[in-house]
């Protein structure tokens, strides 16, 4: 089942902030967070595993709520670079091994 | 370290022909995916590999898709006969283990299927 993202798009001036949300129905065992620019490959920029840790990497971050099955990917001091579309890929079960499910992406704009 | 490599880039044929698309992953890597990509849409799994064992292929339509992972290294996927709802971006992904690892993704191969 996909997981639903919102918004699908946001428009940010540079240096503003921005949220990205990212939910289940069914119970998650980790939820991966991916960057793909215009005609390229997503890049990975983090994987939660389900224990409701959060992590950084410069200025993005993210949150998983285990019990909420919700993870919120935070975009903070946001840069021209960050544009792109954002998905959420979500792993169920209560162990590793079930395939990663994408959601539909949320559009990122950033202008100058 | 060398990236993801797939091959053709882009291709275009008529519906009712066939095409493989071929993958090459980082050095090292055990597990392969193969995603598909529509327009605007979030990557779909088609199959996981696990060295040689396709360990989930349950979203692949068999009629008309097959792949291959000889070695446990390079793999194809093949449609034939190809049909119009085919057109999409084919994508091939390894990581070093299985699903809970990050996944490097190749550029893809942009089929158009007239």
């Known amino acids: 089942q996909q997981p639903v993202q919102s918004p699908q798009a946001v428009i940010l001036r540079e240096g503003e902030d921005a949220v990205i949300n990212c939910s289940s129905s069914?119970?998650?065992?980790?939820v991966h967070w991916y960057r793909q620019k215009h005609g390229e490959a997503p890049v990975f920029l983090m994987i939660?595993?389900?224990?409701?840790e959060q992590k950084g990497h410069e200025k993005i971050s993210a949150s998983f709520n285990e019990k909420k099955q919700q993870s919120s990917l935070y975009l903070t001091a946001s840069q021209l670079s960050y544009s792109g579309t954002y998905f959420c890929?979500?792993?169920?079960?209560?162990?590793?091994?079930?395939?990663?499910?994408f959601g539909e992406g949320t559009q990122l704009t950033v202008n100058p | 370290e060398a990236g993801v490599v797939q091959s053709p880039r882009y291709k275009i044929i008529e519906k009712k022909q066939p095409v493989a698309f071929w993958c090459n992953p980082i050095?090292?890597?055990?597990?392969l995916y193969w995603y598909r990509q529509n327009l605007g849409q979030g990557p779909e799994l088609l199959i996981r590999?696990?060295?040689?064992?396709?360990?989930?292929d349950s979203q692949l339509p068999k009629d008309r898709f097959s792949a291959e992972r000889l070695k446990g290294v390079d793999s194809t996927l093949k449609i034939q006969p190809a049909e119009l709802g085919d057109s999409a971006v084919y994508l091939c992904?390894?990581?070093?283990?299985?699903?809970?690892?990050?996944?490097?993704f190749g550029p893809g191969t942009r089929l158009t299927v007239t």
């Open positions: 992904a390894s990581s070093l283990f299985g699903v809970s690892y990050e996944q490097y």
């Open positions: 069914k119970a998650l065992y980790s």
């Open positions: 939660l595993l389900k224990g409701g």
């Open positions: 890929g979500t792993e169920r079960g209560q162990t590793s091994g079930s395939r990663l499910t």
């Open positions: 050095s090292g890597h055990n597990t």
């Open positions: 590999y696990e060295n040689e064992e396709a360990v989930d």
